[in-house]
C-alpha cells in the first residue's frame, strides 16, 4: 500500500495561514481525513471530507480550516487560517472508514508535515 505524503508545513505566526497537500492513492472512492499529532497528546481527527465533498469539523478548527479534494490529482488540501499556537502539530492525511460510531484511520500513515505557530 502507497503511503500519504504530506507537505506544506513550516513555521508560522499566530494569526497566520498554511495550505497542507497530501497525495494518496485511489482516493476518488474514499472519505479522506486529516488528523494531527502534537507531543505527548493522542491523534486528532480534525478534519474529513467525503467522495461527494461534504466536510466536517470539530469545533476545535471549525470556522478556520477547510478540507478540499481534487479525485484527478489524488490530492486531498487542508487549508488553515486563523493559526493559534494549539494548532501546533505534526499533521497526516489518511483514507477513513466509518465503524458505525466514528471514523477511523485504515491506510497507511505517511511521514506527516509539521505546523509550527509562534505567539
Known amino acids: 500500500q502507497v503511503q500519504p505524503v504530506e507537505s506544506g508545513g513550516g513555521l508560522v505566526q499566530h494569526g497566520g495561514s498554511l495550505r497542507l497537500s497530501c497525495t494518496a492513492s485511489?482516493?476518488?472512492?474514499?472519505?479522506m481525513g486529516w488528523y494531527r499529532q502534537a507531543p505527548g497528546k493522542e491523534r486528532e481527527l480534525v478534519a474529513t471530507?467525503?467522495?461527494?465533498?461534504?466536510?466536517n469539523y470539530p469545533d476545535s478548527v471549525k470556522g478556520r480550516f477547510t478540507i478540499s479534494r481534487d479525485n484527478v490529482k489524488n490530492m486531498v488540501y487542508l487549508q488553515m487560517n486563523s493559526l493559534k499556537p494549539e494548532d501546533t502539530a505534526a499533521y497526516y492525511c489518511?483514507?477513513?472508514?466509518?465503524?458505525?460510531?466514528?471514523?477511523?484511520?485504515?491506510?497507511?500513515w505517511g511521514q506527516g508535515t509539521q505546523v509550527t505557530v509562534s505567539s
Open positions: 489518511n483514507i477513513l472508514t466509518w465503524d458505525g460510531l466514528k471514523y477511523t484511520p485504515r491506510g497507511s
Open positions: 485511489r482516493i476518488i472512492f474514499n472519505t
Open positions: 471530507i467525503t467522495p461527494s465533498a461534504v466536510t
